[in-house]
Nanobody
Framework: HVQLVESGGGSVQAGGSLSLTCTASGPTYERGCMAWFRQAPGKEREGVATIHADSGITFYADSVKDRFTISQDNAKSTLYLQVNSLKPEDSAMYYC????????????????????WSQGTQVTVS
């Protein structure tokens, strides 16, 4: 079973930055693709960014493109999300997620529905 543990959330002022980290454990074949999601109160969960573990190909939601960067360190089984130029609208619970490999076309944040999820870390922008 895959387990995902996050760190790095917090409270920042608008325009600030944070770096989120997700450490994964469990079978590698169960986490060939990984992603970051977020969910604010009263809103549906939104796919933020995705990455294919082997190729490093990434996808971003339009709402965060050019501000957020997803990256990985496979040797450490870690996933990162650098969030810059934060806006109050970015306030949400952020989750990392993983599942088996899927075709690149299905890694678009709006389509990706992974199986394993972290407990989440709160990001608050004021």
């Amino acid at each position: 079973h895959v387990q995902l543990v996050e760190s790095g959330g917090g409270s920042v002022q608008a325009g600030g930055s944070l770096s989120l980290t997700c450490t994964a454990s469990g079978p590698t074949y169960e986490r060939g693709c990984m992603a970051w999601f977020r969910q604010a109160p009263g809103k549906e969960r939104e796919g933020v960014a995705t990455i294919h573990a082997d190729s490093g190909i990434t996808f971003y939601a339009d709402s965060v493109k050019d501000r957020f960067t997803i990256s990985q360190d496979n040797a450490k089984s870690t996933l990162y999300l650098q969030v810059n130029s934060l806006k109050p609208e970015d306030s949400a619970m952020y989750y990392c997620a993983a599942d088996r490999k899927v075709p690149y076309g299905y890694l678009r944040p709006a389509l990706y529905e992974p199986k394993y999820w972290s407990q989440g870390t709160q990001v608050t922008v004021s």
